[in-house]
């Protein structure tokens, strides 16, 4: 039982309009205040010059190996597995693939397919309440080799502030906490006072305009290409709930 639901589609339909309503901006208004000015400063933008020829048959198989093994599979029912025995000709029709989805910055509409299913986020807390789980997203397979091709050829310009430790490789929230006791004992060594102020934000990852992010790769003069693919992308995304 969720919410008082006890049947399958009921529940389902619960947790859809649950994660329905984390994934719109706050403020419509300022949502196309930041998409208008994207659009005006994307038609003047070039950013930084690449070429399509850096994905090679190395790098696909790289990222080949790198999949995580034993995932429950994407909508269309593949998994890491299926690529990763598959024919080594695969990576040649997909290093093909890739380079013309860059050149024409197009993503097939199967890539945006995801489907969610929702996980319990306290195990000692309420199980029968929306409240207390959080929604994961399988994404196909072939898209996720994609995005990690991605992620290696652009990697050193998706840099961060060194003290966010959240959604980072290598960093998890023992990292802030270290941080944090560090720079507390500091200042307690030396008879000063501490004040903290926390903030838990609710949904702050669903909710951020992904207009406003574009902008920020504009800021790192990130490729005209890929900031075509990701519009793209975000366009052809659609969830379902498992």
């Not at 599979?73 to 013309?100: K, N, Q, Y």
């Not at 000063?192 to 992904?210: G, M």
Request: charged residues 20%; proline residues 3%.
């Amino acid at each position: 039982m969720i919410d008082g639901y006890c049947e399958d589609k009921d529940i389902a339909d619960r947790f859809a309009s649950v994660f329905q309503a984390a994934c719109v901006p706050n403020s419509m208004h300022r949502h196309k205040e930041l998409e208008n000015k994207f659009y005006a400063r994307y038609s003047q933008y070039c950013g930084n010059e690449f070429d399509d020829k850096s994905i090679t048959v190395d790098l696909i198989q790289q990222c080949i190996c790198d999949l995580k093994k034993g995932k429950a599979p994407g909508i269309d029912e593949l998994t890491s597995e299926h690529i990763s025995l598959a024919h080594p000709v695969l990576a040649v029709h997909l290093m093909l693939l890739f380079r013309m989805l860059l050149r024409y910055s197009v993503v097939p509409d199967g890539f945006g397919y995801g489907v969610v299913i929702p996980l319990v986020k306290n195990t000692e807390g309420n199980h029968y309440a929306t409240d207390n789980y959080r929604g994961i997203t399988i994404s196909p397979v072939i898209s996720k080799i994609f995005e990690m091709g991605i992620m290696r050829l652009f990697d050193d310009l998706l840099t961060s502030d060194p003290l966010q430790f959240g959604f980072k490789q290598n960093s998890s929230c023992n990292h802030a906490l270290f941080t944090l006791k560090t720079v507390i004992n500091h200042h307690v060594a030396n008879s000063a006072t501490v004040s903290i102020c926390a903030l838990d934000i609710s949904k702050a990852f669903d909710r951020v305009d992904h207009f406003a992010l574009l902008q920020l790769l504009m800021d790192k003069n990130i490729s005209k290409m890929l900031i075509g693919v990701l519009i793209d992308w975000l366009l052809k995304s659609f969830v379902c709930v498992r």
